[in-house]
């Protein structure tokens, strides 16, 4: 079933033979889940069904590339906390573990896929999710397991901290043999918390090492609360990216920017926990591959609204409306590896022919609107392969 979607006032598409990526008075043919013709609404082929978007402005969906969604309880009182002045440390999560451990795998299933259609209700195509919850064999594999059912890549994040009461060595080497071991068959990645409080230089260089031995793809949560060897690791071991970012050298940037790592920033986490706005706009200037995530968790970013995050590095990082939606669309999909076709899995984050035919349309002429008109619920009609899931 090809369907139709015309009346198109603005579209951004991200391929450059489209004037820089964008056309006017548009049209897209989605046919079996992929994107089958793009162009003037003019000379548009017929399909079998037909959409008309009355001037409204199109994109691809969003593609959030870091979320924590796989859990269970409430950090309502952190975050009171931290309002109140205290500052967040790593430690928070085992408040979080503790619950996630107790819950049943259908409460921490549902709590997931109601999560999941708030984000896919907001325009999220494409997401992300990691372990780290559980923080035992059996909880991360069931984490990793019921996430795999949902959502397009999961991430083993064995290393978020440490959990309370184990001893460091002996949980290390878990995270690194057996618990690894358990989940290298359902996720697509590994992640670590390199950080004051959670993991080194040298447990990070290890973990990344063991991912690597198992053909699994890495990333690194680093100089998220300061200044450290998160994106040196990063780089070094040609992770996809490197997320939070709000401590960075000149040095950090130039790694960055001479690499294909991507730096992966989440405004809505540092305005959570008032750090420092990661240095988007410095980060593109030097040339590095720049993403944006929602980084949607219970203690540090209780949101899944990537417009939100859009608008928030339009007016507090500097990026302009083109920049910031591009970092949260093919920047995503790069810092999962989806921007190139993969088997059984097309790519993601534009709307090119062959692409997965994922689509977004706002309730407004322009994209700028997500800016200009921050925190307003601007999403109009959403299409995730080629299926509508909102409209």
């Known amino acids: 079933m ?30 079996d889940g992929l994107i089958a013709w793009v162009g003037p609404a003019a000379n548009a082929p017929a399909a079998d069904e037909r959409y008309d978007a ?14 924590h969604l796989v859990f269970a309880g409430d950090r309502t009182a952190e975050f009171e906390a931290r309002m ?22 259908a409460q921490l299933e549902r709590g997931l896929i109601r999560h999941l ?18 923080l035992t064999v059996a909880d991360e594999r069931r984490s990793a397991q019921i996430a795999a059912r949902h959502v397009d890549e999961v991430t083993f994040l064995g290393a978020h901290v440490v959990p309370a009461g184990a001893d460091r060595a002996a949980y290390l080497d878990l995270v690194t043999g057996e618990m690894l071991d358990a989940v290298a068959d359902t996720v697509s990645a590994v992640d670590v918390f390199c950080e004051t409080g959670a993991f080194d230089e040298a447990e990070t260089r290890r973990i990344l090492a063991a991912a690597t031995a198992r053909g699994l793809d890495t990333h690194v949560h680093g ?31 130039a790694l960055l920017a001479a690499s294909d790592t991507v730096a992966t920033v989440l405004p809505a986490c540092d305005l959570s926990t008032r750090m420092p706005l990661a240095p988007a706009r410095a ?17 540090t970013s209780y949101t899944s609204s990537m417009g939100f995050a ?10 302009t409306v083109a920049e910031a939606v591009r970092a949260a669309t093919h920047g995503g999909a790069r810092a999962l590896g989806r921007h190139l076709d993969r088997p059984g899995k097309p790519r993601v984050g534009e709307l090119t022919v062959g692409a997965r035919a ?34």
């Open 283 to 299: 980060l593109l200037d030097a040339g590095a591959h720049l993403a944006i995530a929602s980084n949607a968790n219970p203690g």
């Open 117 to 134: 259609e708030e984000a896919y209700g907001g325009g999220t195509t494409t997401l992300e999710t990691k372990t780290g919850y559980g």
């Open 358 to 391: 994922d689509l977004q349309i706002l309730d407004a002429p322009s994209v700028t609107h997500l800016a200009y008109r921050p925190g307003m619920p601007l999403t109009h009609a959403v299409w995730r392969a080629g299926n509508r899931v909102r409209g």
């Open 54 to 67: 009355e001037g409204r402005a199109a994109l691809p969906g969003w593609v959030d590339s870091h979320t």
């Open 310 to 319: 859009v608008a928030t590095a339009v007016l507090q990082m500097r990026l």
């Open 2 to 31: 090809s369907t139709l979607i015309t009346g198109i006032g603005e579209l951004t598409t991200h391929d450059p033979e489209h004037s820089g990526g964008r056309l006017r008075d548009a049209a897209v043919v989605m046919d």
């Open 223 to 253: 100089n998220q609360l300061g200044h450290g060897p998160g994106v040196r690791l990063a780089v070094e071991h040609e992770s996809l990216s490197v997320d939070h970012l709000g401590f960075l050298t000149e040095g950090d940037i």
């Open 84 to 105: 109140a002045g205290e500052a967040y440390a790593a430690g928070g999560i085992n408040v979080t573990v503790e619950a996630t451990r107790a819950a049943t795998d």
